[in-house]
């Protein structure tokens, strides 16, 4: 059984002779070969390259294909720039939607032509093209509707406005589903084993917001997705989602990416079978600033609690991405643990 083989057969709940383990390792490809973030991010064949070196260096079970978080809100039409040439992209300092008519101004989804979507397609054609026999590919298809509300709207202005002007961002949210469903199925054509989509500011809006804001668009992305493509499908919240967690569950996603802050026991008693969880080591204390005995001893704690607890659903993973000057070390502790070493 190969690493791809070993996530597939982890995540439909079959035996497997060991832990999968597919840290979500991003900027850290390019920072570990010293290629300056600017690059990785505007050069599809570079991007790949990064992904393809970390796979053969690293060999972990599943690669993250990423970018960054504003692929498809540039796509919509948000303002993006770079802080420094080893920096990540973000967003402009104020927000591009700020009315009804402006989100009449979005443009229809093209995943082939709008922004960077074609490059991040190609990116994920080439590490397939390369290694998708051997390794499990996770492309990121970010973000969920919610979360390109946030960034095309401003988080601060969105987030007033699911009370105040809750028509607004209910028209951004429309937008959403169709940007995200539509990259989504071309990153699925690609060659991606899994498709990933985030939703972290949703976590701020608590259990009732989320049903009302998040949840449904949610639900709406993943079923349509599933009408095209059998392929696996994933949900990302950082922060402590532990509240959400049911809702989480009924968003029609296959995987949940957990942050470390949520309890993992509790997690493997509330969530169903059938939902599997893609988590949730500390991506800053320990595998940032600790040792790799420190990663090791805090793997292998949650392997046990997965076990314990009876879910067979796992993969052992970074709760959330992977900080691009982690210690090369401290990553080969949390794969090796994995593979029993």
């Known amino acids: 059984m190969n690493p791809k083989e070993l996530v597939h057969t982890a995540l439909s709940g079959e035996p497997t002779d060991r832990p999968a383990c597919g840290p979500l390792a991003c900027h850290f490809c390019a920072r570990y070969f010293g290629i300056p973030l600017k690059d990785y991010t505007l050069d599809a064949s570079v991007l790949a390259e990064s992904v393809i070196r970390y796979y053969e260096e690293f060999r972990p079970d599943a690669v993250w294909v990423s970018a960054d978080t504003w692929i498809t809100a540039e796509a919509m039409g948000a303002k993006v720039r770079f802080p420094g040439n080893d920096e990540p992209m973000c967003g402009g300092p104020e927000p591009t939607i700020r009315s009804l008519d402006d989100v009449s101004r979005i443009p229809n989804p093209d995943p082939e032509k709008l922004g960077r979507q074609p490059l991040m397609i190609e990116a994920v054609h080439l590490v397939n093209e390369a290694i ?103 949900l990302h919240i950082c922060g402590d989602s532990t509240s959400l967690l049911a809702d989480m569950a009924s968003s029609g996603a296959d995987v949940l990416e957990l942050d470390y802050d949520v309890d993992l026991a509790q997690t493997c008693s509330v969530l169903p079978d059938e939902i599997a969880i893609w988590g949730n080591i500390n991506s800053v204390s320990p595998l940032f600033d600790g040792t790799p005995e420190e990663v090791r001893a805090v793997a292998e704690q949650a392997l046990t609690t997965v076990r314990e607890a009876g879910k067979s659903r796992f993969v052992l993973s970074s709760g959330c991405t992977v900080a691009p000057d982690t210690p090369g070390e401290n990553l080969e502790a949390l794969i090796e643990v994995a593979k029993g070493g």
Request: with cysteine.
């Open 132 to 234: 998708g026999t051997d390794v499990f590919i996770v492309a990121c298809f970010d973000q969920s509707p919610f979360s390109l509300a946030c960034a095309l709207g401003g988080i601060s202005d969105v987030m007033m406005a699911t009370r105040e002007a809750p028509e607004f961002v209910e028209a951004l949210l429309e937008k959403g589903v169709e940007h995200a469903v539509a990259y989504g199925r071309a990153l699925a054509e690609a060659g991606a084993d899994m498709l990933s989509t985030g939703d972290s500011p949703a976590v701020m809006l608590g259990p009732g917001l989320y049903r009302k804001f998040a949840l449904p668009y949610e639900r709406r992305v993943f079923k349509t997705l599933r009408e095209h493509t059998s392929y696996t499908l994933s």
